[in-house]
Structures are given as structure tokens and as C-alpha cells.
């Protein structure tokens, strides 16, 4: 696994985004391959961040240069696995939250919605500090527990 450092990269400030999507053909396998794939290419391109996931939904943050985090995304949005992709967040950050962390994958234990909610547009709802949050909050705990790496 690449260390990614948490702190300025070259001396320029982090960019994230934050964005959520609709699995299409949800199973562990799947799960699997994108997470090996995105463990590949994130540790190629420098970028670090955290996939929460089950069957309704993936929410996903990606750190890293501007440009090597929007060439990501770009692949995720022309991914086939991916349906009804949604940005969250879009910005310049002082530190990574998962710099040790290629993509740590975080099985729904940090999602804070239930699957009834997300059914109900709770996503169209929910403000950038809500999210963010979650994502801190599962950056915290990071340190201190066992993640699937």
C-alpha cells in the first residue's frame, strides 16, 4: 500500500470531491473489482479517499492534485456501474482526510441514512457540513480501527 501524506502536496493545497451514485448490479464481487481497481489507479495518480457502500447507493471522497482527482471522477462517470451520479462537493481542503488510505472501504457502517431515506430523496436534502462531516468522522475513527485496506 502507497502512504499518501495527509499534509500540502508539492505545495499545493488538497482538492476533494464528494459525490454519490446508484450501484448498478450490486454484489461483492462488483464491489470488489472496484475496489481493487480504484486501490490501482488512486495509488498511481497520488489520490487517496473513502468509499461507503451497500446494495442502494455509494458515497465516495476523493483527495488528491485537482487534476488527478477530475480525471477520476471523469472514469467514474463514464462507468457503467455507476448510475444517477450526484456531486456533493467540490474544493480545496488544508490536509487530506485519508492520506494513508488508496480507498478505504467503509461497508455502510459510517452511512447515517437509512435505505428508506435515500429512497426518498433524502440526498437532494442533505447540506455539504452534513456530509463532509461523515466523512471526518469516518477519517477519525481511520486511525483508530481496522478498515478493509
Not at 499534509?7 to 482538492?15: A, D, E, Q, S, V
Not at 457502517?109 to 462531516?133: F, M, N, P, T, Y
Request: glycine share 6%; hydrophobic share 40%; aromatic share 10%.
Amino acid at each position: 500500500m502507497k502512504i499518501i501524506s495527509k499534509i500540502t502536496y508539492l505545495g499545493h493545497k488538497p482538492f476533494q470531491i464528494i459525490y454519490a451514485s446508484q450501484p448498478f448490479g450490486y454484489d461483492s464481487t462488483l464491489l470488489s473489482t472496484i475496489l481493487e481497481e480504484s486501490r490501482r489507479c488512486n495509488s498511481r495518480d497520488s489520490i487517496s479517499g473513502a468509499l461507503v457502500s451497500r446494495q442502494d447507493i455509494y458515497i465516495q471522497l476523493l483527495e488528491g492534485s485537482m487534476e488527478a482527482v477530475d480525471a477520476a471522477y471523469g472514469r467514474i462517470c463514464r462507468d457503467d456501474r455507476h448510475v444517477g451520479i450526484k456531486q456533493f462537493v467540490r474544493r480545496r481542503v488544508s490536509r487530506r482526510f485519508f492520506g494513508k488510505w488508496a480507498m478505504l472501504h467503509d461497508p455502510e457502517i459510517s452511512l447515517i441514512w437509512s435505505q428508506q431515506q435515500i429512497k426518498d430523496g433524502v440526498l437532494a436534502r442533505i447540506s455539504q457540513a452534513e456530509i463532509i462531516g461523515m466523512f471526518k468522522s469516518i477519517s477519525i475513527r481511520s486511525d483508530l480501527e481496522n478498515f478493509d485496506h
